[in-house]
């Protein structure tokens, strides 16, 4: 059966070349005569593997000098307890851009940690975009203000970082990372869980500035009892994220993602790429009123494109015809409805223009 074109919020379609190099690694993985499961993550050939997963995105993003890359579990979910975990002792203030379902769900566990508040709450304007300049302000003992980079059930997207002038910037970007370049040196916190943009689920990349290392030995360290080891930052930075056992699988997939990622010429390449093909598609959804495209258009997504149908009841018709025409995966996110397509690095231009090809049918046929 041929691999269908896969619009999946994740985990998500992977470039083909990667997923041929696991299965050859399954078997026999280099010259180590043991399956890539198989291999101990004390391994001189895991090492190499972590060390280069490490070494490349930080090329990829161009991440300063003194900032840390670790690779963790517990995905992206946990990464929204222990930021606050680590960066704020008790009692302390960490204020939150309510764009979408991810940041709310990462204050309500922020507010388990320390004194974390909303300061903008896009729910009051349908989630359809991020907040202009001046329509938030941190609290001056805000430690940081939180963001997510892109809002993958809204389908949409900060263009530049928030301007909150000298405040720690923490940002899940989850599901845009490695999209394009990203001004690392403007965060102190940046995770992602890999199942979008980075491979498969199970890792969870998390970089680290100078300062959030110190945060959590100072900050962190000051709750009652320490920090849990596994939650403790500046232990997975002492321990080269191999305090406990690595997910080594995942770790090796990501390192060949990343190693196609420069391979194909690196995060301005994929940048062009991947504005190239959203045009694509908002074309489309902009070229008749049959479509009706869910972000405002400065916020628009360039990783999950979100819309309806004019006639609501056609949205279960598109998922069901399009998935018969070999277009998987484009029902809205459960708790929205609607129609998502989910166009990553790995989605290739042919599977957008498919859609496209497709959406034009079905709106002769329907219209
Ligand atoms: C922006 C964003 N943050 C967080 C998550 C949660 O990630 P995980 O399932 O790795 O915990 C997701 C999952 O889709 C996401 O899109």
Same mark, same amino acid.
């Given at each position: 059966?041929?691999?269908?074109?896969?619009?999946?919020?994740?985990?998500?379609?992977?470039?083909?070349?990667?997923?041929?190099?696991?299965?050859? +690694? *399954?078997?026999?993985?280099?010259?180590?005569?043991?399956?890539?499961?198989? *291999?101990?993550?004390?391994?001189?050939?895991? !090492?190499?593997?972590?060390?280069?997963?490490?070494?490349?995105?930080?090329?990829?993003?161009?991440?300063?000098?003194?900032?840390?890359?670790?690779?963790?579990? !517990?995905?992206?979910?946990?990464?929204?307890?222990?930021?606050?975990?680590?960066?704020?002792?008790?009692?302390?203030?960490?204020?939150?851009?309510?764009? =979408?379902?991810?940041?709310?769900?990462?204050?309500?566990?922020?507010?388990? +940690?320390?004194?974390?508040?909303?300061?903008?709450? =896009?729910?009051?304007?349908?989630?359809?975009?991020?907040?202009?300049?001046?329509?938030?302000?941190?609290?001056?003992?805000?430690?940081?203000?939180?963001?997510?980079?892109?809002?993958?059930?809204? =389908?949409?997207?900060?263009?530049?970082?928030?301007?909150?002038?000298?405040?720690?910037?923490?940002?899940?970007?989850?599901?845009?990372?490695?999209?394009?370049?990203?001004?690392?040196?403007?965060?102190?916190?940046?995770?992602?869980?890999?199942?979008?943009?980075?491979?498969?689920?199970?890792?969870?990349?998390?970089?680290?500035?100078?300062?959030?290392?110190?945060?959590?030995?100072?900050?962190?360290?000051?709750?009652?009892?320490?920090?849990?080891?596994?939650?403790?930052?500046?232990?997975?930075?002492?321990?080269?994220?191999?305090?406990?056992?690595?997910?080594?699988?995942?770790?090796?997939?990501?390192?060949?993602?990343?190693?196609? *990622?420069?391979?194909?010429?690196?995060?301005?390449?994929?940048?062009?790429?991947?504005?190239?093909?959203?045009?694509?598609?908002?074309?489309?959804?902009?070229?008749?009123?049959?479509?009706?495209?869910?972000?405002?258009?400065?916020?628009?997504?360039?990783?999950?494109?979100?819309?309806?149908?004019?006639?609501?009841?056609?949205?279960?018709?598109?998922?069901?015809? +399009?998935?018969?025409?070999?277009?998987?995966? *484009?029902?809205?996110?459960?708790?929205? !409805? =609607?129609?998502?397509?989910?166009?990553?690095?790995?989605?290739?231009?042919?599977?957008?223009?498919?859609?496209?090809?497709?959406?034009?049918?079905?709106?002769?046929?329907? !219209?």
């Amino acid at each position: 059966m041929a691999r269908a074109h896969n619009f999946s919020a994740g985990p998500a379609v992977l470039p083909l070349s990667v997923v041929e190099q696991l299965q050859e +690694a *399954l078997p026999e993985f280099r010259d180590t005569r043991l399956g890539l499961m198989e *291999l101990s993550h004390r391994s001189a050939a895991f !090492g190499e593997v972590i060390a280069s997963a490490r070494e490349r995105l930080k090329r990829l993003l161009a991440v300063p000098e003194g900032y840390e890359v670790l690779f963790l579990q !517990g995905g992206a979910s946990l990464q929204f307890y222990m930021s606050a975990l680590n960066l704020t002792a008790p009692g302390e203030a960490a204020d939150y851009v309510l764009t =979408g379902s991810w940041t709310k769900k990462a204050l309500k566990e922020a507010a388990r +940690a320390c004194d974390a508040k909303a300061i903008w709450d =896009g729910g009051e304007t349908g989630w359809k975009r991020v907040p202009r300049p001046g329509e938030y302000a941190p609290r001056d003992e805000a430690v940081y203000v939180y963001y997510t980079s892109n809002n993958t059930i809204f =389908g949409t997207r900060w263009a530049e970082p928030p301007a909150v002038g000298e405040h720690h910037l923490v940002c899940d970007a989850s599901s845009d990372i490695c999209w394009g370049p990203m001004d690392v040196a403007r965060h102190d916190v940046i995770f992602a869980g890999a199942q979008k943009n980075l491979g498969p689920s199970g890792v969870t990349a998390v970089i680290l500035s100078p300062w959030a290392v110190e945060r959590s030995r100072t900050a962190g360290q000051s709750r009652p009892g320490g920090l849990p080891s596994m939650l403790d930052y500046g232990l997975m930075v002492d321990k080269g994220s191999m305090f406990n056992t690595p997910n080594t699988f995942g770790v090796f997939a990501l390192e060949r993602v990343l190693a196609w *990622l420069e391979d194909l010429g690196g995060l301005a390449v994929m940048a062009e790429r991947n504005r190239e093909k959203a045009a694509l598609l908002y074309d489309e959804l902009d070229r008749t009123d049959f479509w009706r495209p869910h972000a405002e258009r400065d916020s628009r997504s360039l990783m999950n494109v979100t819309w309806r149908c004019a006639d609501p009841e056609l949205e279960p018709v598109f998922v069901k015809e +399009a998935d018969a025409a070999g277009l998987v995966a *484009l029902k809205g996110h459960r708790s929205v !409805g =609607g129609l998502r397509a989910s166009i990553y690095n790995a989605c290739p231009r042919e599977s957008v223009e498919a859609l496209v090809d497709f959406m034009r049918d079905f709106e002769r046929r329907h !219209g």
